[in-house]
């Protein structure tokens, strides 16, 4: 299928195919949008099924940073990058000189785009990335940066999943509610350890056992079976896996009242955030929520400090609240709510740049 007919083509900038014979690699980059600034986001490390699902995860991922970047107010646009990896591989047996391709491949783009790890990537990716262009954030401390991003992803999430159940119930308090989670990667895990610590009770889920078994044993959670966590009857569902869980099938067997967390392009199609809204549901639009990882790496990028990193991620609750109303007071889902906000700062923008 051609780039342009792809359903999730929404007048990208660039997209680049990059191939090194050497090394393997077959990578994807795909800049959305430059008009607030150059466009960053992650390096995902990927066994897609075939070509055109990795085309169409670039486009989506890409599209959605341009969005998170406006939203928290960034002088950011939006790009990502694709590496397809063997099917069955093993995703921390890389071949080498993989990563040095790929920033070469960075490198050509001029600083249009800024790349910095993802699922599947690490610091110790970036460094490597390092060797060969400067367009590139989310390195280890010992290699000058800032290290994981997902501790300070997870605080932002947990702060705006606490603000969702304040415009729903009126209070912040989340004792005794009860959160289920699904994934518990390195931002779902911490997610974990926060709610616990504000009192929650956790329903877990991961297809890795043993973090199931690590989550049960320290933080008091429930495991889930993978399929059935959607369905639990819970307060707050935080899905903190891969994307489009929700769907024509998942919305109709929801149990919960908000639906809150770190996964990248939750709803399957747009349509779903309306879905949700007619069912009740208040969801918090993913990428507001989880913009604490792209706040990190631009304190990196720009060289901001702690305080910086902190107000910032304060903002995240309540640039959500604001959201949640605009929904109510238009009628509109919060997802279309958020996609008109981040639309009316690139046209501050276009306007900005044509008064320049």
Not at 138 to 163: Q, Y
Request: glycine content about 12%.
């Amino acid at each position: 299928m051609s780039v342009f007919a792809q359903p999730d083509f929404a007048s990208h900038e660039q997209v680049v195919f990059a191939a090194d014979a050497a090394t393997g690699l077959k990578a994807i980059l795909a800049i959305h949008d430059t008009r607030r600034g150059p466009a960053l986001g992650g390096c995902r490390y990927w066994a897609y099924g075939d070509e055109d699902a990795a085309i169409r995860d670039a486009l989506r991922l890409s599209h959605g940073m341009t969005y998170k970047a406006a939203v928290a107010d960034l002088p950011l646009g939006g790009g990502k990058s694709v590496i397809l990896a063997p099917p069955g591989g093993d995703p921390g047996a890389k071949p080498d000189g993989l990563m040095a391709a790929m920033g070469r491949a960075v490198d050509r783009l001029g600083g249009r785009y800024i790349i910095a790890e993802d699922v599947g990537t690490s610091p110790a990716d970036m460094a490597e990335i390092a060797r060969e262009t400067g367009h590139v954030v989310g390195l280890a401390p010992e290699d000058g940066g800032r290290g994981d991003p997902s501790p300070v992803t997870a605080r932002g999430i947990f702060a705006g999943l606490r603000a969702a159940v304040a415009y729903r119930t009126g209070k912040d308090d989340l004792t005794g509610l009860t959160v289920a989670v699904q994934g518990l990667g390195h931002v779902g895990r911490a997610l974990c350890g926060l709610l616990h610590e504000a009192g929650a009770g956790l329903v877990v889920t991961d297809l890795r056992e043993a973090a199931v078994a690590e989550a049960v044993e320290s933080l008091g959670a429930r495991a889930a079976d993978p399929h059935a966590i959607l369905s639990e009857p819970v307060d707050v569902l935080a899905p903190c896996a891969l994307g489009a869980v929700i769907d024509d099938t998942s919305v109709a067997r929801l149990r919960a009242g908000i639906v809150a967390g770190a996964a990248n392009n939750q709803l399957a199609e747009a349509r779903h955030g309306l879905a949700l809204r007619e069912r009740g549901i208040l969801y918090a639009p993913d990428y507001v929520l989880n913009a604490g990882g792209l706040i990190h790496v631009a304190a990196d990028h720009f060289r901001h400090d702690a305080d910086w990193v902190a107000g910032r991620l304060d903002g995240i609750a309540a640039t959500l609240t604001e959201i949640f109303r605009r929904a109510d007071r238009d009628g509109v889902a919060t997802s279309a709510a958020a996609d008109r906000l981040a639309e009316d700062r690139l046209r501050e923008a276009d306007a900005a740049a044509l008064a320049a």
